[in-house]
């Protein structure tokens, strides 16, 4: 069984090295090549992190950390997001992905709307998000209509690189 435990801030720089090792696997995959530089970086990482409303977890499992999660948090609107999502290498193709992500909504049961995204070469993760977490697919990002929450050099150097799903799920007590 999954449980979350806030992150402390002086397991930050491991929490940054094994979401690194998490998604370096994916794309490297995909790629067909070792990447040159982490990713995500280390200041997309830590402005996540730093962001107001924000809470980073740990997925624990038998005292041992399997993965970890950054949320945004907006009390207000209850329109919460999910910035950074994984299971480290070594633990996938467990189910832990579905026990972690239900753990993050059991702690957040008042959110009316979760929001994420991820790569469009990403299809574990989409198939993740969409067939076992009940995500739908809202947006697709690339250089004809980009992400706005990027600025426009960000979208210029990146171009094709960049490309998003944008996943919507929408919180309904009587369906979940």
Not at 8 to 36: H, I, N
Not at 81 to 91: D, G, R
Request: with cysteine.
């Amino acid at each position: 069984m999954v449980k979350l435990q806030k992150a402390k801030v002086d397991t930050f720089s491991e929490f940054k090295t094994a979401l690194q090792d998490s998604f370096r696997v994916a794309a490297e995959a995909d790629l067909g090549l070792p990447l040159e530089e982490p990713i995500p970086s280390n200041e997309d990482i830590d402005q996540s992190i730093a962001i107001a409303g924000a809470a980073t977890y740990w997925f624990i499992v038998d005292d041992q950390r399997v993965g970890g999660a950054v949320v945004l948090i907006d009390e207000i609107t209850n329109r919460n997001s999910l910035s950074f999502f994984f299971i480290s290498t070594s633990w996938q193709s467990r189910g832990l992905g579905l026990q972690a992500w239900k753990a993050i909504q059991s702690e957040y049961p008042n959110t009316k709307i979760w929001e994420t995204v991820t790569p469009y070469f990403e299809k574990r993760n989409i198939h993740f998000y969409v067939n076992r977490c009940g995500f739908k697919i809202v947006e697709f990002y690339n250089k004809f209509h980009p992400d706005p929450n990027q600025s426009s050099a960000q979208v210029h150097q990146e171009g094709d690189e960049d490309e998003m799903f944008r996943f919507m799920k929408v919180m309904d007590p009587e369906c979940d």
